[in-house]
């Protein structure tokens, strides 16, 4: 199973882009299923910045018995701005192909998140697969599912409890007001600087 190596070789740039924030990425996740054909969970950013989020990875659990055809899905994500079920708003929505024991997940145009926005990150078509879920954990995050054979993007009930999955958010950090000026600073002393070689030439 991955360790806490595999976290730190994340951190040093798996992604394109920097990991902003994460929710129990420091302990394996448990050998089971999901139990149902969908599941989401509502987050709220911790970032004490904004930043263009354009990535979530998750980490399916190893399976005991591993067989290749459970995996020959297309796994939804979809993210909203609430639970579906609470009227929330549909953000992005992309595909890909899950892996057990491997940190994945898709690209997609940026979102930008402010600190404490709520996200809620959905997974569809999840019935075949094992969970990304921990048995207990540091971040419990409130948890809606569909335990129906087929999914239809409802979310419709409840887990009690909670649960505690493994995500981690990429983005790129948008940048301060400082930085900025300082820009605009470096564009104008170049400017200046260049103007007066073409004078003197």
Request: glycine content about 8%; charged content about 15%; some cysteine.
């Amino acid at each position: 199973m991955k360790t806490i190596l595999v976290v730190m070789s994340i951190l040093s740039g798996i992604s394109n882009a920097s990991l902003i924030e994460y929710t129990n990425v420091l302990c394996n996740p448990i050998s089971v299923g999901f139990g149902g054909s969908e599941v989401g969970w509502l987050y709220s950013s911790k970032s004490s910045n904004a930043y263009y989020l354009n990535q979530v990875q998750t980490i399916f659990s190893e399976p005991v018995i591993y067989d290749p055809a459970a995996w020959e899905v297309n796994v939804l994500m979809e993210i909203y701005d609430q639970a579906p079920i609470d009227g929330g708003v549909l953000l992005r929505q992309i595909s890909f192909v899950p892996q057990p024991d491997t940190f994945i997940g898709p690209t997609f145009d940026p979102l930008l998140i402010h600190p404490g926005d709520s996200i809620f990150i959905g997974l569809r078509n999840v019935e075949t697969i094992t969970a990304n879920l921990l048995d207990e954990g540091p971040d419990v995050l409130v948890t809606y599912a569909n335990f129906q054979p087929t999914s239809e993007g409802t979310y419709s009930e409840h887990w009690a409890g909670g649960s505690c999955p493994v995500l981690l958010f990429f983005g790129d950090p948008v940048p301060e007001p400082a930085s900025f000026l300082l820009l605009g600073m470096g564009a104008i002393l170049s400017y200046r600087h260049n103007r007066g070689r073409n004078k003197c030439s």
